[in-house]
């Protein structure tokens, strides 16, 4: 299993940015997929969730109506735009991907969101 993030970047607040992960190693459509961050000193959290399908999602509050996740299991990737970013989102992002009782992680994306 091989998860590689990518589309991380410096933003300005407000400004949009979307990451991707890439995966190989598995069967791609069959397997829910989340988004987490972690900040400097703080604990690594839950973002975003899509299930195998792409038809259902779920957010962490404070990114909903401004974050949006997305799959293409055709290209085995999945997404996350943002939106109307902050400076409380600057993390280092991660795709993570639960297959037979072990957790998967990529090597995280940083997004610095600074004017």
């Known amino acids: 299993v091989q998860l590689v993030e990518s589309g991380g970047g410096l933003v300005q607040p407000g400004g949009s940015l979307r990451l991707s992960c890439a995966a190989s190693g598995f069967t791609f459509s069959n397997y829910d997929m989340r988004w987490y961050r972690q900040a400097p000193g703080k604990e690594r959290e839950y973002v975003a969730y899509?299930?195998?399908?792409?038809?259902?999602?779920n957010y962490r509050d404070s990114v909903k109506g401004r974050f949006t996740i997305s799959r293409d299991n055709a290209k085995n990737t999945v997404y996350l735009q943002m939106n109307s970013l902050k400076s409380d989102d600057a993390a280092v992002y991660y795709c993570?991907?639960?297959?037979?009782?072990?957790?998967?992680w990529g090597q995280g994306t940083q997004v610095t969101v600074s004017s």
């Open positions: 993570k991907v639960d297959r037979l009782g072990r957790a998967y």
């Open positions: 899509i299930n195998g399908g792409g038809a259902s999602t």
